[in-house]
């Protein structure tokens, strides 16, 4: 596709139960990153994967989130036992090196019920 | 750890006005800083991209200017209109670190 593009765009879950939210990065580029914006918050990074090296995970809130990335494509971010503190919007962004311009998915909005 | 700080946090303008945006980061150990623009329920829009090594970046009506040694750039937007209106975000990508550090935006409105 042209660009990043993030699926679902809307998920509703209740309290306890796992999601899966999916990113599909445009074609070629080696890093994907993983944000969070809460409601009226600035951008909270998750995490960063560059190639075929380890994941820097330093942004994840605790040990219910996990990602990651296969082929060096596609990643899915999976948040386990959801809390409603996790309802947030999802963002996902690639570029096509760590120093290039970023380019950003139109994110997957969580909520937890 | 690296702060950036916008300024103001909303502006109001009319239609027509040429206005300045502004980003200061605390860490100058930086290799890039882009500007986005955010609408409300969406996501994120490129910009522009400075590179360290670069002064300014034009697009159309916006210019991005990098002082790295003082830590600011600005975003002016010529001739503003209407469809401006939106969150304008700037986010460094750090030397140390592998991830853009955004700053809390600037909610413009131009008033038509």
């Known amino acids: 596709g042209a660009g990043v593009s993030q699926s679902p765009s809307n998920k509703v879950t209740e309290k306890g139960k796992d999601v899966e939210l999916r990113c599909d990065p445009i074609?070629?580029?080696?890093?994907l990153y993983w944000y969070r914006q809460s409601l009226g918050q600035g951008l909270e990074f998750l995490i960063y994967?560059?190639?075929?090296?380890?994941?820097?995970k330093s942004g994840l809130p605790s040990d219910r989130f996990s990602a990651e990335r296969t082929g060096g494509s596609v990643s899915t971010l999976t948040i386990q036992r959801t809390q409603q503190e996790d309802s947030a919007v999802y963002l996902c962004?690639?570029?096509?090196?760590?120093?290039?311009?970023?380019?950003f998915g139109q994110g997957t909005r969580l909520t937890v019920v | 750890k690296q702060e950036v700080t916008q300024i103001p946090a909303a502006l109001s303008v009319p239609e027509g006005e040429n206005l300045v945006l502004n980003c200061s980061f605390t860490?100058?150990?930086?290799?890039?800083l882009q500007w986005f623009r955010q609408d409300p329920g969406k996501g994120l829009t490129s910009l522009l991209l400075?590179?360290?090594?670069?002064r300014e970046q034009t697009s159309g009506r916006l210019n991005a200017s990098l002082d790295k040694s003082s830590g600011r750039s600005t975003l002016y937007i010529a001739a503003s209109q209407p469809g401006d209106s939106a969150t304008y975000l700037c986010?460094?990508?750090?030397?140390?670190?592998?991830?853009?550090?955004f700053g809390a935006g600037t909610i413009l409105r131009v008033k038509s």
């Open positions: 962004a690639s570029s096509f090196t760590i120093d290039t311009e970023a380019f």
């Open positions: 994967f560059q190639g075929n090296s380890a994941p820097d």
């Open positions: 074609s070629g580029h080696t890093a």
């Open positions: 400075i590179q360290s090594s670069q």
């Open positions: 986010a460094v990508g750090l030397l140390n670190g592998n991830k853009l550090v």
């Open positions: 860490d100058s150990a930086i290799y890039n």
